[in-house]
């Protein structure tokens, strides 16, 4: 009986021999080095073989512009289109018998290819240029290219290196559209990886809030409760104390639901600044050599905790940014208190402009969010008249 062995192919494997082919594919540079190789060998088997009108020792040397060149196709694309039709020239100008044959047109092809593909539009139009001169004065000395026929040929011949040439142009704007693609793509995951972190730094802080007024409850039960079988009366301070935080605490804890958190990084509980730290922190902004104007209304009575917080990082991040990119300027800071929210104004009147939001800035990212936890919003732009104007409003209405 005769068994028959299975090849790779047989058991639905690619064949051994397909393996060094792919990886050749996916070396650009290997490639290369291949094809030019094997276009430069078959140019100088044209030469040995008398393919080519000449004395054979000087051609061989000249013919080296021939196809080996394509080793640099992708880094210099212009050097092997430039080599090849002076190899061209010079051999028609000295011989008055042009060279032909498949290992001019195939180098040619690859060429004219290269130059599209990899080359910078202008780069791409010099290569075509050069390519219709050179072969034009090799053509004119080529004493055969006077029938009909050969004039056919030699149209046909260039009709090739010309679809060659834009089949490279159409590769290179296939290129730039997914390199436009994956540059947007990679911008937007970095803008959402910018949500995520501005979410998690809120997150923290109103976590911060609600464990400050559950504190506060804790330190007003304890003292109702110390006071509450002795004198009655006084235990009503504490527990109206402990009911305004707790409706407080829930506020911000509904809030919180709504953020991502990050539950990664463990941070101590610490004093979160307010409205009424804005006084220092343009104190702070003013040494670092930018003048700022401030004026505020209708802050007398208290805000709630949280929103009290994410007013003041919008001025300040309005304020970093101003600094980061308004150049030379002043700034304005306005900050009104009405009956159902908070308004918040930054002025400046720099010559630059603050950092896109979907760039590397996290900052009007950071005012955009902290305003969608309010159901307020945050209205960033160029001022018509120059300078850069951010305004924000936070409703005082619980956000639910």
């Known amino acids: ?20 082919m792919r990886r050749l594919l996916r070396d650009p540079r290997a490639l290369d080095i291949v094809l030019a190789t094997v276009l430069g060998l078959a140019a100088q ?56 044959g498949a290992a001019l047109l195939f180098t040619g092809l690859v060429a004219l290819y290269s130059v599209a593909a990899w080359g910078t ?50 590769v290179k704007a296939h290129r ?9 793509a990679a911008a937007e995951r970095r803008h959402a990886e910018t949500v995520v972190a501005e979410r998690s730094r809120i997150a923290r802080e109103l976590h911060d809030v609600i464990a400050h007024n559950v504190s506060v409850i804790v330190l007003q039960a304890v003292a109702a409760q110390g006071v509450l079988g002795v004198e ?18 829930l506020d911000e804890l509904r809030r919180l639901v709504g953020v991502m958190r990050d539950t990664d990084g463990v941070r101590e509980l ?6 009424t730290d804005l006084e220092a922190l343009t104190d702070t902004v003013r040494a670092a050599g930018l003048p700022v104007e401030l004026s505020t209304e209708g802050l007398t009575a208290p805000l709630p905790r949280a929103i009290d917080l994410s007013a003041y990082r919008i001025v300040q991040e309005a ?29 400046d009147d720099g010559a630059g402009r603050i950092a896109p939001t979907n760039g590397g800035g996290h900052g009007l990212v950071g005012m955009h ?22 305004h924000a409003r936070l409703p005082l209405e619980p956000a639910g």
């Open 232 to 249: 009655p009366e006084r235990a009503r301070d504490p527990l109206s104390r402990i009911e305004e935080s707790g409706r407080e605490a």
């Open 176 to 184: 730039g559209t997914r390199a436009a693609e994956q540059d947007a």
């Open 1 to 20: 009986m005769i068994r028959l062995t299975l090849g790779d192919d047989d058991r639905g494997r690619a064949p051994r021999y397909g393996r060094p």
């Open 319 to 347: 304020l970093t940014n101003t600094l980061k990119h308004a150049g030379p300027a002043t700034a304005r800071v306005s900050v009104r208190r009405s009956a159902d929210a908070v308004e918040i104004e930054v002025l």
């Open 121 to 170: 539009r202008r780069t791409a139009v010099a290569g075509l240029a050069i390519a219709l001169v050179g072969g034009t004065i090799a053509s004119l000395e080529d004493p055969h290219m006077r029938t009909t026929a050969q004039l056919w040929s030699g149209f046909f011949f260039y009709l090739l290196w010309l679809a060659a040439w834009i089949a490279g142009l159409a």
């Open 45 to 100: 088997a044209m030469v040995w073989r008398g393919q080519v009108a000449g004395n054979q020792a000087a051609l061989s040397v000249l013919f080296l512009l021939v196809g080996w060149p394509l080793v640099v196709r992708r880094r210099y694309p212009l050097v092997p289109t430039a080599c090849l039709m002076a190899a061209c020239c010079v051999q028609a100008l000295a011989t008055g018998d042009a060279a032909e």
């Open 270 to 275: 610490e004093p979160q600044p307010g409205l």
């Open 369 to 390: 969010e902290r305003a969608a936890v309010y159901k307020g919003f945050v209205d960033a732009g160029a001022r018509p008249g120059g300078g850069f104007r951010v």
